[in-house]
């Protein structure tokens, strides 16, 4: 017997066109499922792919031309329906959303919502991310589990034990970060996790790593980059002057800190503002602005188009 409400979730996106709203509203219906909210939207954007760049030489100077891209309008919407009354079985409707999505030339995400995803936290030694995650994971914040904390470090092993979170140590150097990363995959797929929160887990994943779990792998940074890249970028930010201090929340790609932003945010500071200020806000907003992604992804509410993210609002 099913809930007395059932809802699921349906993401589609591609290149925009009359009818997708009515069609796919349509189908929804006819088989007895009411739509709970919908939103949609599209925006008009360059086809990279139709981008050339033409060098040509003119009164013996040599220029270059970029002829005149296409434009293209891209379409994206979020369907949350409620399915209590489905009449026909869930894979009718699975397929009749895939022959949708084709006849448009869309893609297309179905989550039936009823089954909750895993999260694996990876850490370092900083614990304010951590604490904010597993505080809101307990007060029910957080629609998911936590089947394991995994760290290079011992230090945050107490948290993980407030929380009763099993801890996984993985002690990584130069010699040993391969096979070790390879151990972690290994959990990873084990435990069946869905998704890895980097919650200031301050090692470089690699290639391999970022490709098994594309686009389910998600890093929380503050947002004085590429200004202070390094160490003690507080520290110098404060020798700047800077007037605001933020933190970027977004997908991991193999192109360290590029990856498509999730969440950002931002804080005003002023000359009054020592380095432990900075520190204290920026961690602030940083906790903050992870949870926020987290939780938009957990809730499918993050479509990837091209190396940026369309956040649909909660």
């Not at 929160?197 to 994943?205: G, H, I, K, S, T």
């Amino acid at each position: 017997m099913r809930p007395a409400k059932s809802e699921a979730r349906l993401l589609v996106s591609g290149p925009d066109a009359t009818g997708i709203v009515a069609s796919f509203s349509q189908l929804l219906f006819g088989h007895e499922c009411g739509i709970v909210d919908c939103t949609s939207e599209s925006s008009e954007e360059d086809d990279h792919h139709n981008a050339v760049g033409v060098a040509s030489e003119r009164d013996g100077e040599r220029t270059c031309q970029t002829q005149r891209r296409h434009r293209e309008r891209v379409f994206f919407q979020r369907i949350l329906f409620d399915y209590s009354n489905l009449n026909v079985e869930r894979s009718i409707v699975e397929k009749e959303i895939r022959l949708m999505s084709e006849k448009f030339g869309m893609e297309s995400q179905l989550s039936w919502g009823d089954r909750r995803r895993k999260v694996a936290i990876f850490v370092s030694k900083y614990d304010h991310c951590l604490w904010e995650l597993l505080l809101r994971y307990r007060a029910g914040e957080m629609p998911c589990d936590i089947p394991l904390i995994i760290s290079n470090h011992e230090d945050l092993r107490p948290v993980a034990d407030t929380f009763g979170v099993p801890y996984q140590v993985y002690r990584i150097s130069r010699e040993t970060k391969s096979e070790q990363e390879w151990n972690q995959m290994e959990l990873l797929q084990e435990q069946k996790v869905d998704l890895v929160v980097l919650a200031r887990y301050m090692q470089v994943l690699s290639p391999m790593f970022c490709s098994t779990f594309h686009n389910r792998i998600i890093n929380i940074h503050h947002s004085f980059l590429p200004a202070f890249m390094g160490g003690m970028p507080y520290n110098r930010a404060h020798e700047r002057g800077v007037k605001l201090i933020g933190a970027t929340a977004h997908y991991v790609t193999m192109d360290l800190d590029q990856g498509p932003i999730i969440e950002q945010d931002i804080m005003r500071v002023s000359h009054r503002d020592d380095v432990r200020d900075l520190i204290r806000k920026g961690r602030t907003l940083e906790k903050n602005v992870l949870v926020s992604a987290v939780k938009a992804h957990l809730e499918d509410r993050i479509i990837v188009h091209r190396n940026k993210c369309i956040v649909f609002a909660e």
